[in-house]
């Protein structure tokens, strides 16, 4: 009998989840850190640099581990990894000499665990022996978007019932959801390529102008997307002068239902329109999200446009996955970990250079400052040709 791998898509499905929340709830508690320890701008977004610092580390080390635990045993090992650094979260700061490293030091920890699933997961999926792959690819990576927003919302609910004061219990919450994938991914089954073709191949591919062309969209992906998620609840508190709940939810939790939405949506016509195209189209429009935030000054046209800057970076990440994995059918876990890599160097620019700009200039400053990388990825997008963004 055939098997069907419900259960493995179940539970890669799950791991971005974990994603999500690994890069999205901290964020919400900005203010909360801020006022606590009296943090500036750059030190809050030097959180979100070290986690997708270390998250590029864990990019460049996951083949490597993959060769030792195999693709089940390292996504089992990520989801534990993630779930000891959110229990780390909820007492290192209290008992380190500074609060500010003890909250670095959780984010390292669980930001290897992220890392090491932004490598795992997308190969796994794209084993399985499936039809539409493109399809499928944007439809797993929507659950980063769903996991997103359920952090926002169950994170502002649990600020809201437990208080500020109490914000570690938080992380503690978020840790079971980790610890339970991870005995999920012990019993499910996960299609292993020969271990001598694990690694990949990507012979030949550094010399191909296309393949630079993937690189700066993977940059420009994750710095487009991370910068207007990581910045927009603390932006529309202080900048709009809302209230938090009502900042989170029209905010970070809008723009995540805007992107899954795109997600899902785009997924389900793959294979009938030119991902080059929609890529063109999307990131032109996420450069005009980002500056009418920045020089709007209508507050509810400043939340929509944070809002449908989900729907516009909806497909870089996955499309770009697609489109490299259609192109070097041999890549394997290598070729996705210089892809991850890429895309988390541009998911810790992005949101620092934001709050470095802000600190001198403001938020509005750095948002407009921001469009710079999805203008970026458009010009990239016309160095591509067509024929290079086929997709079965």
């Not at 487009?224 to 900042?247: C, D, H, P, R, Y």
Request: positive net charge; aromatic residues 12%.
């Amino acid at each position: 009998m055939s098997y069907n791998y419900t259960k493995t898509k179940l539970a890669c499905y799950s791991g971005f989840v974990v994603q999500a929340i690994i890069n999205n709830f901290l964020p919400i508690l900005f203010v909360i850190l801020q006022d606590s320890y009296k943090l500036s701008y750059e030190a809050l977004g030097r959180i979100v640099l070290f986690n997708f610092c270390t998250q590029i580390v864990a990019d460049l080390l996951t083949p490597k581990i993959t060769d030792i635990f195999g693709y089940k045993g390292c996504a089992a090992l990520s989801q534990l990894t993630a779930a000891l650094g959110l229990m780390l979260l909820s007492f290192l700061p209290g008992i380190c000499p500074s609060p500010y490293v003890g909250i670095v030091i959780s984010v390292i920890v669980y930001a290897m665990g992220s890392g090491m699933m932004e490598v795992i997961l997308s190969p796994i999926m794209e084993l399985l022996p499936t039809k539409n792959k493109g399809a499928n690819m944007a439809f797993t990576h929507s659950f980063y978007c769903w996991g997103q927003a359920f952090t926002v919302i169950l994170t502002t609910i649990f600020v809201k019932l437990i208080g500020d004061a109490d914000w570690n219990l938080i992380p503690i919450i978020w840790a079971v959801i980790p610890l339970v994938n991870a005995v999920a991914f012990t019993r499910v089954k996960v299609v292993e390529p020969p271990k001598e073709q694990r690694g990949g191949s990507l012979k030949g591919v550094f010399k191909e102008r296309t393949f630079y062309c993937f690189v700066i969209f993977m940059v420009c992906a994750g710095a487009s997307e991370i910068a207007m998620a990581e910045w927009a609840s603390l932006f529309a508190q202080q900048g709009l002068n809302v209230s938090k709940v009502t900042g989170d939810l029209l905010g970070p939790c809008a723009f995540a239902i805007c992107q899954g939405t795109g997600r899902v949506v785009l997924g389900a016509f793959s294979g009938k329109y030119s991902i080059r195209k929609v890529l063109i189209i999307n990131n032109i429009l996420c450069a005009v999200c980002y500056i009418m935030v920045g020089v709007c000054d209508i507050k509810a046209l400043s939340l929509v446009a944070c809002a449908l800057c989900g729907f516009t970076v909806s497909l870089s990440w996955p499309g770009t996955y697609s489109l490299a994995a259609a192109k070097y059918k041999n890549g394997g876990t290598k070729m996705f970990s210089i892809f991850a890599f890429c895309g988390d160097i541009g998911c810790s620019l992005g949101p620092w250079l934001l709050g470095l700009v802000a600190d001198y200039f403001g938020l509005n400053t750095g948002f407009v400052v921001s469009s710079a990388f999805p203008l970026l990825m458009v010009i990239a997008a016309f160095v591509v040709k067509e024929k290079d963004c086929k997709v079965n």
